[in-house]
């Protein structure tokens, strides 16, 4: 059973960083074609804003985090990062990571993704 677990959340103030991870089981991580981020705000759409290629860490970025937010994966631990730096109140947003484990070329379009993690909260205060 493909199980993917975020955690890392929490509340910090406008400036500070986090750093969220998630930890992917069930599934041979180096089998997954792609990782992403995404992040939901209660009644608008979920929206991607990281992605990794599993083969040769491609990273690709949304331009709402794009310089301040770094995306990165430790294959070995079967695990996904996401550093965020700099953070706005805007930012504020459930925070969830997704599996892929075919071709994409859209990796931050969340319905390209197969796998769902519950997802992880993150507040910042102004």
């Known amino acids: 059973q493909v199980q993917l677990e975020e955690s890392g959340g929490g509340t910090v103030e406008a400036g500070g960083s986090l750093r969220l991870s998630c930890a992917a089981s069930?599934?041979?991580?180096?089998?997954?074609?792609?990782m992403g981020w995404f992040r939901q705000v209660p009644g608008k759409e979920r929206e991607g804003i990281a992605s990794?290629?599993?083969?040769?860490?491609?990273?690709n970025y949304a331009e709402s985090v794009k310089g301040r937010f770094t995306i990165s994966q430790d294959i070995a631990k079967s695990t996904l990062y996401l550093q965020m730096n700099n953070l706005t109140p805007e930012d504020t947003a459930t925070y969830y990571c997704?599996?892929?484990?075919?071709?994409?070329?859209?990796?931050?379009?969340?319905?390209?993704?197969?796998?769902w993690g519950k997802g992880t909260g993150v507040t910042v205060s102004s």
């Open positions: 069930g599934y041979i991580y180096a089998s997954y074609f792609c």
């Open positions: 990794i290629y599993i083969d040769g860490g491609q990273a």
């Open positions: 997704a599996a892929q484990p075919w071709g994409t070329a859209r990796p931050l379009l969340s319905s390209e993704y197969k796998f």
